[in-house]
T-cell receptor, first 114, second 114 residues
Framework: SAVISQKPSRDICQRGTSLTIQCQVDSQVTMMFWYRQQPGQSLTLIATANQGSEATYESGFVIDKFPISRPNLTFSTLTVSNMSPEDSSIYLC???????????FGEGSRLTVL | AQTVTQSQPEMSVQEAETVTLSCTYDTSESNYYLFWYKQPPSRQMILVIRQEAYKQQNATENRFSVNFQKAAKSFSLKISDSQLGDTAMYFCAFMEDSNYQLIWGAGTKLIIKP
């Protein structure tokens, strides 16, 4: 199983600022996913990040708002840009294990925008 | 499009009792995976159990078992001898064999009472 570390664990930010969330995996993985979980809700996929290519964004999410980097097979970042209170959520990084089909998750980053 | 439905927003049982969480899904695919994930207050998303659609035998992991009814597109989770540590949100999720994106249910909040 993959061990995933996310930073920061939580943060409180001011409206209009940007925050970058880091995701570090202890093994090389091809596919990484970024999810958003709004309070009391289920998970919504933001984008899929594969190393060496542009991230693929889901409907309702755009690169200008959520730029993603994937510089190598063990690391990715998600930036939440020009934040507003509606961006207050938990953001989760996950990786796919092609051998078992399961997804492993980081601990999540709880973001509060004032 | 695939959908996952969890019809029980919240359930509450006494410690040591057995509880069943329901999940139905809709797909036209024949090969897919089904998962139950647990999210305790710590917000770490933890895999509870997984089922491959091509396997007729129901998956079991210690106190956790599923009742997979492929024709009925039903995938319920049974927790036996429930423990206080089982208190969490439980999410049912679907994944196509060829697409590693998870489709999530809305979740069921499970409370185990002492």
């Amino acid at each position: 199983s993959a061990v995933i570390s996310q930073k920061p664990s939580r943060d409180i930010c001011q409206r209009g600022t940007s925050l970058t969330i880091q995701c570090q995996v202890d093994s090389q993985v091809t596919m990484m996913f970024w999810y958003r979980q709004q309070p009391g809700q289920s998970l919504t996929l933001i984008a899929t990040a594969n190393q060496g290519s542009e991230a693929t964004y889901e409907s309702g999410f755009v690169i200008d708002k959520f730029p993603i980097s994937r510089p190598n097979l063990t690391f990715s970042t998600l930036t939440v840009s020009n934040m507003s209170p509606e961006d207050s959520s938990i953001y989760l990084c996950s990786v796919h294990d092609p051998n078992t089909g399961e997804l492993f998750f980081g601990e999540g980053s709880r973001l509060t925008v004032l | 499009a695939q959908t996952v439905t969890q019809s029980q927003p919240e359930m509450s049982v006494q410690e040591a009792e057995t509880v069943t969480l329901s999940c139905t899904y809709d797909t036209s695919e024949s090969n897919y995976y089904l998962f139950w994930y647990k999210q305790p207050p710590s917000r770490q998303m933890i895999l509870v159990i997984r089922q491959e659609a091509y396997k007729q035998q129901n998956a079991t992991e210690n106190r956790f078992s599923v009742n997979f009814q492929k024709a009925a597109k039903s995938f319920s989770l049974k927790i036996s001898d429930s423990q206080l540590g089982d208190t969490a949100m439980y999410f049912c999720a679907f994944m196509e064999d060829s697409n590693y994106q998870l489709i999530w249910g809305a979740g069921t909040k499970l409370i185990i009472k002492p």
